[in-house]
């Protein structure tokens, strides 16, 4: 065979692999959103440093920037796959070395009817969004960000993971593993593998009728990276029940345990026995003729976390917040550990005019248990956290208030004004009980 027709059977290969690849491609959206905003925030110290002889320490302002771009491409033989990239910046600090990373959001491929016709097979970097997101929502709740952002607004929330989905209708099986943190790829001597984050689990939900559904759950997350020779290993089990009890009331519970093995500060190991509790409420107020027409809701929910007593004993009583993704109230979302709590909120909403919604939400806070101190859990747009604040032994941490309006400018364009306040209570001691206050205004585009 001479060089001529060799080159000419090469060529002909790459081109109708070229041809064949892009003939594979069914249908591609591409897609996105992007939120430019303005933001504002005082006191989040609660007075910490301004009692410190320094004000301008407790005051946050910066213009932000949030984009993402998602591309959705469906291959042949029920294979589709998406990409997400996402940018997050505050305005003027373009050249930075980590302010402008425009970093992998989302990275996955969905085989339908992967071996058997019920099952779905999702692998790579995706988000996981179980339940209300009391367990299993965001990889990255108290994780680090890039600066220049504070981190408690970030949208990265994504695993990444395995996710098997079985659907039996009314039956719907997931069972999920997700590599959490990847520490040392290469052992030595000195440094082990065996030295990563590992989230193991199964959630089985049940379609008890149209509008009820039933959901159990168990997870495994097994952490290597933060203790001396000892594992720290949680095990949660729980369920939801969710439904519409009667007209107009759209009603939820959700409990779950906390077992395994905790090591505490000198390696000693104590064994997880903690617990949550989160009943929710929401009542739309259809029937009353006047005000129907303005679409009022109230909602009521009620949230405990478990917290741990002083003692000397084999129990670890304190839960551990997991990957949850709830934010009962804007500021404490920020300055308060989701952890060791018992929370009352109320909220209601209503739509005065067409395109506008107006928002309330109003939170009573409590320690579960007495603490002597609270580390805020997220940090500021400097990368810094919003600091440690002392507290008396009394358990009432305050009171924390949220409204918003929300203007639908058109069906890819929503402009939000929103402002927060919390007020600290006995909890807090005087140097630490100054009113936190936020404003946040926004626009979001859809595209």
Request: negative net charge; proline residues 3%; glycine residues 8%.
């Amino acid at each position: 065979m001479n060089k001529r027709l060799i080159f000419l059977l090469a060529f002909a290969f790459v081109v109708g692999t070229g041809l064949s690849a892009y003939a594979a491609v069914q249908n591609m959206k591409v897609g996105g959103d992007l939120i430019a905003g303005g933001i504002v925030r005082d006191n989040f110290s609660l007075g910490g440093n301004s009692a410190a002889g320094n004000k301008n320490a407790d005051k946050e302002n910066l213009f932000l920037s949030q984009l993402r771009v998602k591309v959705d491409a469906d291959l042949t033989d029920n294979v589709a796959t998406t990409v997400r990239l996402i940018n997050e910046r505050s305005w003027g600090q373009a050249g930075g070395t980590t302010i402008d990373i425009i970093d992998l959001d989302l990275a996955y491929v969905t085989l339908k009817e992967f071996l058997y016709s019920p099952l779905t097979l999702t692998l790579g970097r995706q988000e996981i969004d179980l339940g209300n997101g009391l367990i299993i929502s965001n990889s990255r709740n108290y994780g680090t960000f890039l600066s220049g952002t504070p981190s408690d607004l970030s949208l990265r929330k994504a695993f990444d993971a395995i996710r098997a989905n079985l659907n039996y209708d009314p039956l719907e099986v997931d069972a999920i593993y997700a590599k959490v943190a990847e520490n040392t790829r290469r052992g030595t001597v000195l440094a082990p593998q065996n030295d990563d984050k590992d989230l193991y689990g199964v959630n089985v939900s049940y379609n008890i009728t149209k509008e009820t559904k039933a959901e159990g759950y168990l997870f495994y997350l097994k952490n290597a990276s933060t203790t001396t020779n000892k594992n720290d290993n949680l095990c949660v089990v729980g369920g939801l029940l969710s439904g519409k009890p009667i007209d107009n009331l759209t009603a939820s519970i959700e409990s779950a345990f906390q077992l395994g093995d905790r090591t505490t500060t000198g390696s000693t190991q104590k064994d997880y026995k903690a617990w949550a509790l989160q009943p929710i409420l929401t009542y739309d107020l259809k029937g009353i003729q006047k005000i129907e027409k303005y679409a009022p809701q109230v909602s009521l929910s009620c949230t405990y976390l478990s917290g741990d007593k002083v003692s000397t004993d084999s129990r670890y009583q304190l839960w551990n917040p997991v990957f949850f993704d709830q934010s009962l109230n804007s500021i404490t979302h920020a300055i308060i550990p989701f952890s060791n709590l018992q929370v009352i909120n109320l909220g209601t909403s209503a739509k005065p005019v067409n395109d506008v919604t107006l928002l309330l939400d109003y939170g009573y806070y409590r320690l579960a248990k007495k603490a002597s101190s609270l580390t805020a859990p997220y940090n500021d747009s400097d990368g810094v956290s919003y600091g440690t604040y002392t507290l008396t032994g009394n358990k009432e941490l305050g009171s924390a208030l949220d409204i918003c309006a929300l203007y639908d400018y058109t069906e890819d364009v929503q402009i939000g004004l929103a402002t927060s306040m919390f007020f600290p209570g006995k909890a807090f001691d005087s140097n630490n009980d100054a009113k936190a206050m936020q404003v946040i205004g926004s626009m979001k585009v859809t595209f």
